[in-house]
């Protein structure tokens, strides 16, 4: 119980910082329009199959829309989500 409390007040606390540096940039918006307007920028998976039956999956951020680099750039943090992580699944042999 404790830790609900914890973090519903640790959210709190980073919707107020989120929404004050919007104002002090004199933008006056709310988290729910932020919400919705970084929904289109996500992270995607591209799964390429090898001639040897592995696979590679390739995780990254797709590339963010003008809005999105001005929200960044705002909350002054990286408009990069993530750098891409590339994982090889080997096939499984059965014989």
Known sequence: MQTH?????LAYHLLVAIEKRFLDA???????T???ELT???????VLPASNGDVLKIRKGSTPEPRHKEIYA??????????????????????
């Open 34 to 36: 932020v919400r919705e």
């Open 74 to 95: 705002t909350l002054q943090i990286p408009s990069e989500v993530m750098k891409p992580v590339k994982t090889w699944v080997r096939a499984i042999v059965t014989e």
């Open 26 to 32: 004199g933008i006056h918006t709310s988290w729910a």
């Open 40 to 46: 289109t920028h996500q992270v995607v998976t591209v």
């Open 5 to 9: 409390i914890f973090l519903c007040v």
